[in-house]
Structure formats: C-alpha cells, structure tokens
C-alpha cells in the first residue's frame, strides 16, 4: 500500500524564523493537498497541487510539488503566532478514492 | 454554500455503553463522506467513507460501525464502548468524483470529542 512520512513531527521556533514540513510518497502521486489544524480545531484545506514541479504560494506560505510527483514541501516565511497549528499533507492516488493523510507537523511558534 | 454539522461536540461515556455519533452536510448533493478519528497530538486515522447512500467501506476493523440512511447524513455507532474509544472523531466531505470529477479536497466538521471512562 501507499505510504507516506512527513516530517518533522514537531517543530518549536521564534516568532519571526522560517519553518518548513516535508512530506514524502512511497508511489507516484496523482496530486497533493496541505490541510491546518489550530489546536482545538479541525484540518482546514490549505491548498492542492497537482502539476509535477509546481510551486504556490499564500502570503508568507510557500508550497512546491516534487519534479517526481512524490513528495511536496510548505514553507513558511517569518512565522507568526497566528501560524501555530499542525499541518498534514494528504496524498491522492490515481484510481483511489480516499486521501492518504500524513501524521503531521506540529508547529510552535513563541512570541 | 456547504456546511457540515457534527453532535454532540463533546460525550463522555462508561466502558461498554453503546455510542451513536451524527454527521450532516448541507448545501450539496451526493457527496462522498468520511469517518476519522484523531488521538491526542497525533494523525488522522480513516475509519469509514461512503460514496452512495447504504454504501459502506471500512478501513480499520474494530468494534465501531458506520451508516448512511440519507444521502447527507453518516453515522457512527458502537455497540459496547472500549477505552480505547477514546478520541476527536471527525466527519467530512468531499465532491463526488464519479459525478462531479477533479478534486478530492476533504471539508471537516467540528469535530466530537469522546471521552470513555
């Protein structure tokens, strides 16, 4: 079956420092979507992309699509106490119906 | 628009209590719909997902069960509650693919937080 890692699982910064999350695919993706969970809250859909080599970006957030379509990135830029949350990656595979969620990244940002 | 409730927002329940959790979604027709559940601090586990009205595919064999009477509603139930029942249970949605195609972008609800004792 697919299998996915996203790491790190956790991530502690200061306000104002740069974070990335990585998420890497075992099989060729069809495409790749980012999810935000505040603490408390639910995941929220962030963004998807689904061309090979593709970069996007929200404001200070920065996501790329690996050339391979295997594994994706979100970057983000001077983070701020509002960023705090955990990001999941959810893999899409051709052919499937369901979304294949990574564990996570839990970022903490302290002011 | 689409919205998607979820009750209760919180349950705290014995061990070996039956358990029924409810799911709407409005705004939107024949959509496909989903059951997660969450441990503390940790990922999203798949539990059920249902592209059709009495369509049922489990991911996780375990004591829970799923069920779609309408088109816009998905429960899930137990018969006799473990501790290990214990979680943020999660209902989304997303598009139909088979009808509407392109995306699988998932919409969550709030969330109902169970708590077995």
């Known amino acids: 079956g697919q299998q996915v890692m996203q790491i790190p699982q956790y991530q502690h910064v200061q306000e104002g420092e740069d974070f990335t999350t990585y998420c890497n695919s075992s099989t060729t993706l069809s495409n790749i979507q980012w999810y935000k969970q505040r603490p408390g809250g639910h995941p929220v859909f962030l963004i998807q992309?689904?061309?090979?080599?593709e970069v996007k970006k929200q404001k200070r957030l920065t996501f790329q699509f690996g050339e391979a379509k295997k594994n994706s990135s979100l970057h983000i830029t001077a983070t701020q106490t509002t960023d705090v949350g955990t990001y999941f990656c959810a893999l899409s595979y051709s052919g499937y119906s369901t979304l294949t969620f990574g564990k996570g990244t839990m970022l903490l940002v302290s002011p | 628009s689409q919205t998607i409730h979820q009750w209760p927002a919180t349950l705290v329940q014995p061990v070996g209590s039956p358990l029924s959790l409810e799911c709407t979604v409005e705004?939107?027709?024949?959509?496909?719909l989903y059951w997660y559940r969450q441990a503390a601090g940790r990922g999203l586990q798949l539990l059920f997902y249902s592209v059709g009205i009495g369509q049922i595919s489990s991911e996780v064999p375990q004591n829970l069960s799923a069920s779609r009477p309408q088109d816009r509603q998905f429960i899930l139930s137990s018969k006799k509650l473990l501790l290990s029942d214990s979680g943020f249970y999660l209902c989304?949605?997303?598009?139909?693919?088979?009808?509407?195609?392109?995306?699988?972008?998932?919409?969550f609800g709030p969330g109902t937080r169970l708590l077995v004792l």
């Open positions: 705004g939107t027709s024949n959509p496909n």
């Open positions: 989304a949605w997303s598009r139909n693919l088979a009808v509407e195609g392109g995306e699988k972008t998932q919409y």
């Open positions: 992309l689904v061309k090979s080599g």
